[in-house]
């Protein structure tokens, strides 16, 4: 298992981007601050009051720890299946993800140095893309021509 008490060096293959400083810490108050305020969010919020019961908020705020945890620093942490979560959402749409990808990018570049913000940025949309093409596939929707989501600019 991967030592998370100390930053990890990451790079993006991809992007070349560097996450360099990225740590446990961190995690959780981007987390913390993120799903605060997506929950009160207009669009997105009442998605996860639906889905996700008050009293089973808090060990969900962990989950999403541990896969982001998991994701970024390497620590296996999270066995779990997110997407087949998220296929089960029947009002999941694109203003949905945009939202979501919206108050993320949001949340990463208010706390994160920018290389880390940059870095776990497009982490996140490249999953939340994949996300709502599985969706729409689950739906037995057309996604061979579907345009990567356009970023929502927030007031």
């Known amino acids: 298992m991967a030592d998370t008490a100390r930053p990890v060096p990451l790079t993006s293959p991809r992007t070349g981007l560097s996450a360099d400083g990225l740590d446990e810490k961190m995690i959780r108050a981007v987390v913390d601050r993120f799903y ?16 996700v019961p008050d009293e089973r908020w808090g060990a969900h705020l962990d989950t999403i720890v541990d896969f982001w945890s998991s994701m970024l620093l390497g620590s296996r942490r999270y066995e779990g299946r997110p997407l087949r979560k998220h296929l089960m959402l029947p009002a999941l749409e694109d203003a949905h993800f945009q939202r979501w990808l919206a108050l993320f990018r949001r949340t990463v570049e208010e706390l994160c140095p920018p290389a880390v ?28 021509q579907l345009a990567p989501l356009e970023r929502e600019t927030l007031p």
Request: hydrophobic share 40%; charged share 30%.
């Open 36 to 51: 605060a305020e997506a929950r009160q969010d207009p669009v997105i919020g009442p998605v996860f009051k639906d889905a």
């Open 117 to 144: 913000a940059a870095f776990w940025a497009d982490r996140s949309e490249r999953i939340g893309n994949s996300f709502r093409i599985s969706v729409r596939m689950h739906r037995g929707e057309e996604v061979t």
